[in-house]
Nanobody, 126 residues
């Protein structure tokens, strides 16, 4: 089992940047497929980015809405996954969640991930 704790959220102006961190304990993140999802008020949780296990070369994928602006990465020595968010837009405002799963097939589906953090709020003002 793995426990996940997100941090790094906050209030930022449009065009600004934030870096979210997801610290894992209990297991090493290198053996899990990791994902970032977000949920805005009144909306369903949506996929943001994912990175596969180190054994599969740590391949990444992004939602079209964040491609070119967000970057997911992992630091296995720190057992942490990051989401660097640049050129933020008001529509990026949401609670951001980190998730972990094993042998994830549908990488963009929240149901594929067994472990979740508590979330961190990101608010982008216009």
């Amino acid at each position: 089992q793995v426990q996940l704790v997100e941090s790094g959220g906050g209030l930022v102006q449009a065009g600004g940047s934030l870096r979210l961190s997801c610290a894992a304990s209990g297991r090493t993140v290198s053996s899990y497929d990791m994902g970032w999802f977000r949920q805005a008020p009144g909306k369903a949780r949506e996929f943001v980015a994912t990175i596969t296990t180190i054994s599969t070369s740590g391949g990444t994928a992004y939602a079209d809405s964040v491609k070119g602006r967000f970057t997911i990465s992992r630091d296995n020595a720190k057992n942490t996954v990051y989401l660097q968010m640049n050129s933020l837009k008001p529509e990026d405002t949401a609670v951001y969640y980190c998730a972990a799963g094993r042998s994830v097939v549908l990488r963009r589906s929240p149901s594929q991930y067994a472990y979740w953090g508590q979330g961190t709020q990101v608010t982008v003002s216009s």
